[in-house]
């Protein structure tokens, strides 16, 4: 079975086509491509039971980001995202990474953080020694919530104690636990509780809130990439000039929060598709990645671009808490087929991915902003959801989409015009 990520031509298939080749590469049943066709078959009975006052199902394209080469893996990576231009500009960006041997990296083990937050110690200096002391208990105590989780290896392995004083004065608490293949919230919440009781007793002062954090800086990944400038050229630009390009574009989200907010919204185009597909929480995860951007204090790039040795080089970090088991996986029908298709094993290899898509998208945006502009490539593939939206159906979609580009006028009113006068003819 051919697992490999580069599937020419894929795009110009339709749909029917494109079904039949993920048939053949993943060994996907007849009832699988069925989900995949059918929308997951998520019906509203099944709904109801996954959220309060549901009222019926709402629906998203998923896409194949391709050519993605990681630790010299072949990945193809399910994306479930709305917005034109991401699923191809991530595409292409892993297609040109390839040349230069794909991306490398790198993931932590699965640590999260619970907060105890303690309030009224008596005497706070006391209240921390005496956590610091009880770490053995705290530990026990915490564990014992989740046996399952130390048998497998994981729990609760360490605490950090943590002192606010001006303007508002409290002790917490930080459990350390090891999460194992899930994202672990409701472990984490669970452990977080468990040791309250324990916690006041120790310091003297009365706990409050009992809850993770969404900052998983102990779990983090990471992805790299060089590219020799030679094969970034193209539209009329050379590869040092495209490098330069990137690089320069870089600096300014390194300097800049206003820059950085929407570079790193770039980057998030690509992970947060990945997290939905592989049903993670797509919100935990860019939180995370927002906090972590302005960890030292100010907000910056969560990527790095430099030029050495003519070759473009890429690096990205971020917090990576998502899991493979647990969550919507055994809800959501379409998740399994999604993860069967990206042939991921465990928690961290889902990060490594998910950081190189990350990467990977932002090279797409800044090439695209540092050269000819996002809106040609962008606005290009925005023009069939334009056609669409006039109300074109079929095969007239790609012509009026196609009409509207060589006009250079991507708009709704234009395309309403377009299509009404191709109406009028075939009437008359």
């Not at 020694?129 to 705290?138: D, E, F, P, V």
């Not at 980057?267 to 995370?288: H, K, L, P, Q, Y």
């Not at 959801?385 to 095969?395: P, Q, T, W, Y």
């Amino acid at each position: 079975m051919d697992r490999s990520s580069r599937i020419p031509g894929f795009y110009r298939l339709d749909v029917d086509g494109r079904l039949d080749e993920l048939r053949a590469r993943f060994g996907l049943t007849e009832d699988e491509v069925a989900v995949l066709r059918d929308g997951g078959r998520l019906g509203v009975d099944r709904a109801d039971k996954m959220v309060e006052n549901c009222v019926g199902v709402f629906g998203l394209p998923i896409g194949l980001g391709l050519n993605f080469l990681i630790n010299d893996q072949e990945y193809v990576v399910p994306m479930v995202v709305e917005e034109p231009s991401i699923v191809a500009a991530v595409s292409n960006m892993a297609r040109t990474v390839r040349q230069g041997g794909g991306f490398r990296a790198e993931a932590d083990e699965s640590v999260m953080i619970g907060q105890v937050q303690i309030l009224g110690a008596p005497e706070p200096e006391k209240a921390v020694a005496a956590l610091q002391a009880a770490k053995t208990r705290i530990l026990d105590q915490a564990n014992a919530v989740h046996p399952n989780m130390k048998r497998r290896g994981g729990g609760a392995r360490d605490i950090e104690v943590r002192v606010f004083e001006d303007p508002y004065p409290m002790i917490v608490l930080h459990l350390l636990v090891d999460c194992g293949e899930a994202m672990g919230a409701n472990a984490i919440n669970a452990m977080a509780e468990g040791v309250a009781e324990l916690v006041e007793e120790l310091t003297g002062g009365r706990v409050n809130l009992r809850i993770l954090s969404n900052l998983a800086d102990r779990r983090c990944a990471r992805a790299w990439c060089k590219i020799p400038e030679i094969h970034l050229g193209g539209n009329g630009f050379k590869g040092p000039e495209v490098a330069e390009g990137i690089v320069q574009a870089y600096r300014f989200a390194a300097v800049d929060p206003y820059r950085a907010a929407t570079h790193n919204k770039g980057i998030m185009n690509g992970v947060d598709a990945v997290a939905i597909a592989t049903g993670n929480d797509w919100r935990s995860v860019e939180a995370g990645a927002h906090a972590f951007a302005a960890r030292d204090g100010r907000y910056t790039s969560l990527t790095k671009w430099w030029r050495e040795d003519g070759h473009l080089h890429g690096f990205i970090e971020l917090p990576m808490a998502v899991g493979v088991v647990g969550g919507s996986t055994n809800v959501h029908p379409t998740i399994g087929v999604l993860r069967k298709i990206l042939g991921i094993a465990s928690a961290g290899e889902l990060g490594m991915v998910m950081a190189a898509v990350g990467l990977s998208q932002n090279m797409g945006a800044l090439r695209a902003l540092s050269t000819e502009g996002i809106n040609r490539g962008h606005m290009t593939l925005h023009a069939r959801s334009v056609a669409l939206a006039a109300g074109a159906e079929g095969k007239l979609v790609d012509e009026l989409a196609a009409e509207l580009v060589a006009m250079g006028q991507i708009k709704i009113d234009v395309a309403q015009d377009l299509l009404a006068a191709r109406l009028r003819r075939k009437v008359g």
